[in-house]
């Protein structure tokens, strides 16, 4: 499995080269960022979310199922998935201290879902809705709590 998983990191490395190069373009003129926005609404109007193996060209039958691989190898995959995505300038939402091995399976599930890709800007993806009963993260490491716990203390403030 060794072989494989370096293989799938390499394929992983190699679909980098899709990415728009649209990083640390400096300032944007007003002209510019109108642009941008009317390019977003447009890709919100009529662009169909698609799988994200669409996007990179990796199908998400490749990843092993992560009771075949170990957790290093887990963690691995997961941080080079993390880079990929990081290269198309989607930023992942999770717990800080939240193990990779334990997010490589919820990173695979992510590339079958549906998605809206936005080329300029930054891209979100989240894996919380903020229910504390079906927080994806577990207890130990659920940040709904936290959330739930500042709207409440927002929302008891006297003025």
Request: aromatic letters at 12%.
């Amino acid at each position: 499995m060794e072989r494989y998983v370096e293989q799938l990191i390499e394929d992983l490395n190699s679909a980098r080269k899709w990415a728009l190069v649209n990083k640390n373009r400096g300032e944007l003129s007003y002209n510019e960022i109108m642009e941008e926005l009317i390019e977003i609404d447009r890709i919100i109007d009529e662009e169909p979310e698609k799988p994200m193996h669409n996007i990179f060209g990796i199908d998400p039958d490749m990843f092993p199922p992560p009771e075949k691989i170990t957790r290093k190898q887990s963690a691995l995959i997961a941080a080079e998935i993390l880079e990929l995505w990081r290269y198309f300038n989607i930023d992942v939402i999770f717990p800080d201290n939240f193990p990779l091995s334990k997010l490589y399976p919820l990173l695979v599930k992510k590339f079958r879902e549906p998605f809206l890709y936005f080329p300029m800007g930054i891209t979100g993806v989240e894996f919380c809705d903020y229910d504390v009963s079906h927080c994806p993260f577990g207890d130990e490491y659920c940040m709904c709590k936290d959330h739930i716990h500042f709207i409440d203390q927002e929302n008891n403030q006297t003025p």
